[in-house]
């Protein structure tokens, strides 16, 4: 069976990949230098698949590190996670965001070159078409300035790896994620993120849990339905098999590109009062909200066209809204001591 290396592989998408990985039977190892991870998720992992994912803790800005395992290891495809993702953090630290996601990227293509290993899946974002002029957005869409260090890292890393497949063997998939949200329905593996929150869901899920006291909704007065803004909300799981269907792409050599790109959403775009009101339906409860002025470098709208995913990758998002909502709520009470 293949071996695919997944870095980042206990966090928050690259736990749930290894997990579809697993029940399709790949071998799975994972790096992770768990400075936005826990340890415990190599047991959730375990408990859902039955099989206990080989794991080193190595943190990819070092380089000996990454060359060592390299050299001892028969890689197949790389699934690369590992990356700092807070939008505010990166515009307070943008040095930090550029060593842990460019530097790092550079050291695994190297190796990867070194060790003619060609298969490369990249966490690309959403966040490269910034406010897109049309909607929903496809592949084509132009690229904008990048509103954050974050965003920017997400579009260096495309280019590096595009000038990467013209000089070298490798095939490469970058996938452009909308929003991912949701946990594991089984509960074992979720989102966990560090403080207080930034993004909708947690923050929703910790205030229906009475962590905190109360939602703020940024903005009411978007030109949308609503007045608030709208995103495509994408379950975690669906994003997950994503990356799989990718990866197959790539080993059955059924990729038209050495580079490609593909959007995944679930086409449906969502308001702040729309997942507000899908949670309070799916799990039967009230949220205390209330609302504020808009929060700075928020776009008023961004909703995948996933055709080309659909037809080239044969993948589509299954979960609805609620679904993943209920997921969330699920793993949400299970943090709650
Ligand atoms: C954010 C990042 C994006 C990144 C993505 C990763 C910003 C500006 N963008 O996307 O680059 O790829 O996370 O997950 O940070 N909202 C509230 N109240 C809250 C939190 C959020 O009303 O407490 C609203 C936001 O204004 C937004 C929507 O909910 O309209 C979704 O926000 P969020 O979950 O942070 O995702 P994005 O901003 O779309």
Redesign the pocket.
Known sequence: MKKILVTGGLGFIGSHTVVELQNKGFNVVIIDDLSNSDISVLNGITKITGKKPEFHQIDLKNKDAVQSFFKDQKIDGVIHFAAS?A??ESVKQPLKYYENNIVTLIYLLQEMEKNKVTNFIFSS???VYGQAEELPITENAPIQPA??P??NT?QIGEEIITDQTKVSNLNAIALR?F??IGAHPTALIGELPLGV?????P?VTQTAAGIRKE?????NDYNTHDG????DYIHVVDLAKAHIVAMERLLFHKNKNNIEFFNIGTGKGSS?LD?IHAFEKANNLKLNYKFDK??T???TA?YADTTLANNELNWKSEFTLEDALKDAWKWQQKQTP
């Open positions: 993702k939008v505010g974002s959403c966040t509103e954050s974050y965003g997400k994620y929003n991912p929150p930034q993004n909708l869901i923050f939602l703020t909704v940024f903005g608030t803004a709208v995103r702040v997942v808009r929060r470098g928020d776009i961004a």
